[in-house]
């Protein structure tokens, strides 16, 4: 347990050093939300509020930017810089590292989460949810699988220089077509399709339940259903191919 | 007591075999150097003996544990320095071993190892803005922050100049000092001989001579003289080089005139390396 705290400290302490991370998976979000939220956040979306609308979708990207692609990222580059490596040969157990690492990047979302929240109340009148209990439960799920994916996806890629480019290519579209910055019902068929399938869309669909009518989480069994059933497709494609050594040249 | 021992040590990477067969031992206190050209097999060894890689035949012992089920427990007493520096760069060299200080029950104190590996005026510099020497002697600060029995050194001072050489030198004869066991491996004849108290050299995967640096020139082709004669160059190779010398200066004297550049060669580990690690032994 005190070898959790210490790596703990350890990663907080790597992820404020890191601009690009602090950057592209923490500021970029709030950005988007002030930018998209003055473009139309006083129209009305589907029948609701448009800025309460924004920021549940805003929600859904700060999670695969946070969980998914930094963490994607970081993993590739510290495999392939050898430091995993590195740190298989000291006595930290790998369980240790692997759950302080992701503690990190749920600290760093939930942070992430506040923010938007304080920015939705401040610029835009966005009620604070109500549904608390059940908000922070689908923020875990949803933290956790995207984790995950992320781990996952950084099984699969084998350069360090490959990894942003990959990981963009995945989690920009996905974004996108997922609904994070619009609502998804104005997407042509094909698009549509492709949303039926990505966990993103599921995760923002049961953050809009909750935030937008006041659901709880146990009325929205299909959206957990998806949303756990990718996390466990990314929790087996990490312990099949995740390796602590880089892919030699 | 022997802190390492290896017999017939096998291991293959699909039809090519890098290890065939090795047998050594490293006694507890002592600089072993595991010296040979690059693609010989040093690095597939050393990472099997830190647990790294599985072998595929033979027994291994390290510290008395098989490496390949060793634990944490196991880990506390060893300390690794890889072929490459992998450190987070956003830290400092302090924060970085304070870091991993924390992984040890006992470690050293932190101070103490950046004195120990030449880094006070860096302490707090961040990794990223360290020189190539630098790094390589924060990356043996991190492999001793654990107070470790036994130090695996893989190639550390590849990439050197001759002066940061020198002080890595320095370096590893001090931790000698301090009763750790060492494994280096290199492909640099000058640093086996500098440091090691004893050597194997490997080559092809198979140990093709072994005992202490003096012991290896010894058996070592003959003795060189060479001098200029009428501006030409002569070369002798002599078992007898005391007969051979008096021969060739009391001629001299008796003629009144000097041996030009006259020079009398050891053989060097050097000669001993190519004419083992040059045929191949198929």
Known sequence: ?249 | MNAIEVRGLRKSYGALEAVRGLDFEVRSGEVFGLLGPNGAGKTTTVEILEGYRKRDGGEVQVLGTDPAIAGGAWRERIGVVLQSSAMYETLTAAEMLRLFAGYYREPRPVDEVVELVGLREKRDERVRRLSGGQRRRLDLGLALIGDPELIFLDEPTTGFDPRARRQAWETIRGLRGLGKTILLTTHYLDEAEQLADRVAVIAHGQIVASGKPSELTGTAPATEIRYRENGREVVLQTDEPTRVLNDLTGEALAQRREVEGLVVRRPSLEDVYLSLTEESPE
């Not at chain 1, 956790?144 to 990959?166: D, K, Q």
């Not at chain 1, 935030?211 to 959206?223: F, K, P, V, Y």
Request: net charge negative; with cysteine; glycine share 10%.
């Open chain 1, 1 to 249: 347990m005190n070898l959790f705290w210490h790596e703990l400290k350890g990663e907080l302490l790597l992820y404020l050093r890191s601009r690009e991370l602090a950057f592209f998976t923490f500021l970029l979000p709030m950005i988007l939300f002030v930018l998209l939220g003055s473009a139309y956040g006083s129209d009305t979306i589907d029948g609701y509020d448009g800025a309460t609308f924004l920021e549940a979708g805003m929600i859904g990207y700060g999670a695969i930017s946070v969980a998914f692609a930094g963490l994607a990222i970081v993993l590739v580059i510290r495999r392939e810089a050898g430091v995993l490596k590195r740190l298989r040969a000291t006595p930290l157990p790998a369980p240790a590292y692997v759950t302080a690492l992701l503690t990190s990047y749920l600290v760093a979302f939930a942070l992430e989460v506040v923010a938007l929240v304080v920015l939705g109340k401040v610029l835009f009148g966005v009620e604070i949810p109500d549904e608390i209990p059940s908000l922070v439960l689908a923020l875990l799920l949803g933290v956790v699988s995207f984790c995950a994916l992320g781990i996952a996806i950084a099984a699969l890629i084998r350069s360090a220089e490959g990894a942003s480019a990959a990981v963009n290519a995945i989690y920009l579209p996905m974004a996108f077509i997922s609904g994070s910055f619009f609502s998804a019902h104005s997407f042509p068929g094909v698009l549509r399709g492709m949303a039926d399938v990505l966990p993103l869309t599921y995760f923002i669909r049961l953050v809009r339940a909750i935030m937008l009518d006041g659901e709880a989480i146990w009325t929205q069994g299909t959206n957990v259903a998806v949303l756990a059933a990718w996390g466990l497709v990314g929790v087996i494609i990490a312990v099949r191919a995740f390796r602590w050594e880089p892919h030699e040249g």
